[in-house]
């Protein structure tokens, strides 16, 4: 039966006079446009979702999507030009498709250069959430190719994309370093025991990038691993951004004068770049020509709110974060997304309210490790009330509670490691607020690291956390540095279990919460 809403959909004449007549002219395959990076969704919508892909040179996108995977009721758009300025990528919004409905989709490419010539369609696959008390499942995970640990041939690449996508989640939320941009890679890493870790090797991660098209190569990067490919084709993904995705620990006033690698020593003109380049390449619904807000909400059916935070954009510069009166120096989500996320919380009527975060509440996490000094986070270490950035959460915090909101919870990545942290107030400096859980998962594919130091400033304490062996840093995927979290809400009873999973979908620990 179909189900897509018929409003909005370009007619069968429309189509024609936007195609040429002979667009499917034989044409060899190798010299049609190609789509090397296959197709995304993302961004989901009660009505629908983004859908992305990138064409090999100056070409128009044409989205087909049906209710059937052998599209007999398919409708086709023509979307937009993807051109050089846009790094050939190109993104089109599909609508008015009926809740709970499964739509498959595939996007062609039509060569601007032979206007003729059509590429061979890539498919893909979305759900659009319920309009009632529908299950929900979807994964976390954040950190891909860091610390030198790349695609690597020999191990079938980045396998845990495979294992999230066996469990065919409703959608992926990517906390942030989504690629590294400060971390280079070489053909070739030894392992302590004498294992050797072989890359993929491209000319783009030979270095530190520090121009559009530096970090355009990033991103290019990952998809040359077809785990990637397969699970952007069938996850939907809601995706934040953090520090590598311009380089490690930034914010906009940092300067690089005592970094050689860089010749470009503002990370404000570094940031520049490597927002447009994020947000070309992944499936966000925000139009390029408008300023980059990520905060927004994310609802599935009456179970389920997601709330997508952006940790980095808004934050006053790092520092020692003890501060005792709040100011635009102890920002850290800023006072406009603050007061969005007080009202988004206070208006949601889901079951669960889930905040993605891309640095974890209550770990210290220092701006320069080496020396423990300076606050990259939010903790500052002190263990007292709140101070510095602090003072920030300490209001949203008591905002909650004041306002009743129930059954609020965060994921969040960054620290490398796996952990389950309970925030108490009757453990905690500061106790006026609601307590909660903090789930933390990564890296995808990235050194392992940890443990960090708890602050008491919230009252957190260890669940559950797997880190390193001791004195071991920098653990590669071969050791178990790689891990994803898995979300799963009954329709039914609306209770929630949290899972932490290995790199090969082992669980490692499991949570079962009732709503209140």
Sequence with gaps: MVRLKRRRLLGAGALAAAMPSRVFAKTAASARPQLLQGVQSGDFAAD???????????????????????????????????????????????????????????????????YKTMSQPVTGRFRTPPAGNGDVSFVWSADTVGQGWGINPDVGGMTIYESMRNLQPDFFVH????????????????????RVWRNLVREAKSKVAETLAEFRGNHLYNFLDDNLLRFNAEVPMVALWDDHDVLDNWYWERRLDDDPRYQQKSAAVLAGYAERAFREHMPLAQSLDEPMRLFDKFSWGR????????????????????QAVAGSDTAFLGAEQVAWLKQA???????????????????????????ETGSEAVANGDNGGPLGRELEIADLLSFIKQEGIRNVHWITADVHYAATHRYDPNRAAFPDFTAFYEFVSGPLCAGGFGPNTLDNTFGPEIVFQKVPPAGRTDLSPLEGSCHFGHVKIDGASGGMTVTHRNAAGGVLHALSLMPR
């Design 175 to 194: 906390c942030g370093d989504t690629i590294y941009a400060d971390n280079p890679i070489v053909a070739e890493k030894k392992l302590p025991d004498g």
């Design 345 to 371: 919380l206070k208006a949601s009527t889901a079951t669960w309210k889930i905040v993605a975060a891309d640095m974890p509440l209550g770990l210290v996490i220092y701006d320069d490790w080496r020396s």
């Design 48 to 114: 629908g979702a983004t859908i992305w892909s990138r064409s090999d040179r100056p070409a128009r996108m044409f989205v087909e999507y049906a209710t059937t995977e052998s599209f007999a009721d398919g409708q086709r758009i023509a979307g937009p030009l993807a051109l050089e300025a846009t790094d050939f990528t190109s993104r089109l919004r599909i609508r008015d498709v009926a809740p709970g409905q499964t739509v498959f989709y595939r996007v062609s490419y039509l060569d601007l250069g032979d």
């Design 303 to 322: 179970r389920l709110d997601l709330f997508r935070l952006d940790m980095r954009s808004f934050r006053g510069a790092n520092g020692p974060n003890r």
